[in-house]
């Protein structure tokens, strides 16, 4: 009895929905439900016949016949041509399709490592002259950016002068011992200078005139734009501390989250396009350059690193870009997403044989690509299917089921109960 009551109450909400969409539509009463009709076409406007309509468990192959087409006992109904017009169904044909899978990502714009220099340096001294001064300025690698006097660089200038010349005058001496050790003190005064990061072209110089400096000129290790400075004239600086940062912005680097389950689509060397939302005119061209190995355990997402030419400098370290990957999933036989009908666990369409006979039928689904869908078993190339109004099909066919299926229920006008 609780069995019955239930289906009697899906029957009559079911059946409230569709009589109203109905009326709407055609303005023509709806047939009674006192049981299954009899007759094919009983009315232009209504649902004709249902036939064999399965519980969901009902095997999807029954009653079908060779190549998936519907059988005597096929899942089944008929609904005039005219009724299909009026609520809009629209049909396709099932092809072969290129499909095209497109992960779209918001990325962060960050400079490239590989083009950046950090100055530091590794003496005590005193900022002296800044040829560059500002943050954004542009440099050449080699140009000089300040000038700097350490006490211990004048004192060591002086050392090497007097050992190049002891080790000239006692370098061919008949002594041996004499001659090694004059090699070994220049040579020793020599790798300071190296430790400390003097250019080779300055002790060259300083062997060539003789003449200590008093400040010593530093110089961009690379070409590029100043990020960051602190060097300031009169500044005392120490060891370690970071005076500028260069960084060359013609080559940066976008780092984007790829959600765990878009990264099998993801390979290193694939192409983006990277576009700006407040700037449709910037459309440039990126690949991935590294997946990092690990995952975000709260987003479920992987860092990806995109590298990209940036003429103009148009994008900015920190600036937020969209980043589009086209993903070709080859030839494939797909649908309009539209037309498939999610019912539970299975998946339905609904196949149009002509005369306003359709059938339904459940179809094993693959990827997805836009707004098409690729359907990997039940269904045929060149098979019509439905690619709109599916919902009130579906309602429809699922109603006349469950009033037939109560044939004979107490209460009902015009069933007979079952002892």
């Not at 690698?141 to 660089?153: A, E, H, N, R, V």
């Not at 500044?235 to 990264?263: C, H, M, N, Q, R």
Request: hydrophobic share 40%; charged share 25%; aromatic share 8%.
């Amino acid at each position: 009895m609780r069995r019955q009551t239930l289906m009697v109450s899906l029957a009559f909400l079911l059946s409230a929905g569709l009589a109203a969409a109905y009326w709407f539509v055609s303005r023509e009463p709806a047939p009674p439900a006192a049981g299954p009709l009899q007759e094919p076409h009983a009315s232009m406007s209504d649902m004709d016949r249902t036939e064999n309509m399965p519980a969901p468990a009902h095997d999807e192959h029954e009653g079908r016949g060779e190549g998936g087409m519907p059988g005597a006992t096929a899942n089944t109904m008929t609904i005039a041509p005219e009724r299909l017009q009026t609520i809009g169904v629209r049909f396709q044909e099932a092809a072969r399709r290129p499909l095209d899978k497109v992960i779209r990502t918001v990325g962060r714009v960050e400079t490239n490592e590989r083009f950046v220099g950090r100055v530091n340096l590794k003496f005590e001294g005193w900022i002296e002259e800044l040829r560059i001064s500002a943050v954004g300025d542009h440099v050449k690698k080699g140009q000089i950016l300040f000038t700097i006097y350490s006490p211990d660089l004048v004192a060591t200038q002086e050392e090497y002068l007097l050992a190049l010349q002891s080790y000239r005058e006692l370098g061919k001496s008949e002594f041996p011992e004499v001659g090694r050790g004059a090699k070994e003190l220049l040579e020793a005064t020599r790798r300071r200078f190296q430790l400390w990061d003097v250019p080779e072209y300055h002790i060259k110089e300083l062997e060539e005139t003789g003449k200590v400096l008093r400040t010593l000129p530093i110089h961009a290790p690379v070409s590029g734009t100043v990020i960051r400075m602190q060097a300031r004239v009169g500044t005392y600086v120490t060891p370690g501390t970071e005076l500028y940062f260069i960084a060359d912005l013609s080559k940066i680097w976008i780092f984007a989250d790829i959600y765990e389950y878009e990264l099998p689509y993801i390979q290193v060397g694939q192409g983006a396009q990277v576009t700006l939302s407040y700037d449709p005119s910037i459309a440039l061209h990126a690949h991935v350059e590294f997946i990092y190995p690990t995952l975000d355990p709260k987003t479920r997402t992987a860092r990806v690193r995109f590298e990209l030419k940036n003429p103009g400098e148009k994008l900015k370290p920190e600036m937020y870009a969209n980043v589009a990957l086209t993903i070709p999933l080859g030839t494939r036989l797909a649908v309009s997403r539209d037309a498939i009908i999610e019912s539970g666990e299975r998946q339905l369409i609904f196949i149009h044989h002509g005369d306003g006979k359709l059938e339904w039928r459940s179809v094993k689904l693959g990827v997805s690509a836009g707004g098409l869908v690729e359907v990997v078993e039940g269904l045929n190339e060149g098979e019509h299917i439905i690619t709109s109004a599916n919902f009130l099909i579906d309602s429809e066919s699922q109603l006349k089921a469950a009033v037939g299926g109560m044939a004979g229920m107490p209460g009902m006008p015009g069933m007979k109960e079952k002892d």
